[in-house]
């Protein structure tokens, strides 16, 4: 993960400039949010994050200003400026982002930071999980599926993204990364949109961030028990596999609160949490998120 650091562009030098007497960190939380920078007032654009395949950045422009990436609206700065942006995994070498206002624009082009992905080979699972055949189970996969776009399609009024995300469970090892090329059972499968992060069952799972439950099912086909918290502007975080749900739709959550606990149900052969994020579509990677996040909030929350 230490090679993120050289991925998050932007990054400022406020953040290892503190002065002496700053009180160090929690271990788990991210650092008190510094005093917000004002809304601006006219058209500019400012972003910060990770610049990378699977990355999340954070903008700053003026309030209703129309955002577009490479050509694609994904909508207008929020009432104090700010909007999200994310690359998918198979995002190309750079990302143009253009602010428009009142006939106006400011722009930025960012380098995207390519990245490798693994190969994940896993045997053993039940063959109605890796390619179902079984008519009852196609059309439970169907009505689970409209199910999962009510609750992607959540826009919480929120920006819990500013608060920085913290891990959800503590400890444990990461046992898939993001974005690996699946072969389940011997067959190809789409690539892994989730981090797998290897601990108990019923160990507990926190919000990362503040946000608002826009799905909550303890029995799912493939995910067992899932829950999706949208944490505002489109970003939405999922768990997977859980033994215990704590919360339910339309539940507001604020960051480090219980929402359930690690289990191996749905398609798992072990106990893990499987954490997934996305964004309009986009499936991003959490962990690189974590940081660019992190570095997003150093630099755009302080004023000048
Ligand atoms: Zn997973």
Known sequence: ??????????????????????????????????????????????????????GVAVCRTLPGAQISIDGADVGAADAQGWALIGFNRQYGASARVIARANGAEASHTFEIVPREFDIQRIDGLPPQTVTPTDPAVLARIQREAAMKAEGFA??????????????????????????GQR????????????????????????????????????????EGGLVFIDHGHGLITMYLHMSRLDVQAGQRVEQGQVIGAVGATGRATGPHLCWRMRWRERQLDPTVAIDGLAAARAQLLSAP
Do not use: K
């Not at 939380?29 to 917000?36: D, E, K, R, T, W």
């Open 1 to 54: 993960m230490r090679a993120l650091a050289a991925l998050l562009l932007l990054a400022a030098c406020t953040v290892s400039e503190a002065p002496a007497q700053v009180e160090a960190p929690a271990p788990i939380a991210p650092p008190a949010a510094p005093a917000p920078a004002p809304v601006p007032a006219a058209l500019t654009l400012a972003c910060a994050g990770a610049f990378t395949q699977g």
């Open 183 to 222: 072969i389940l059972n011997g067959v190809p499968n789409t690539p892994h949109f989730g981090v797998d992060i290897a601990v108990p069952t019923g160990t507990p799972i926190r919000a990362p961030a503040a946000g608002v439950v826009s799905f909550a099912n303890p029995d799912m086909h493939y």
């Open 154 to 179: 959540s826009e919480a009024d929120i920006t819990g993204f500013l608060d920085g995300f913290i891990w959800p469970v503590e400890g444990g090892r990461i046992s898939g990364r993001w974005g």
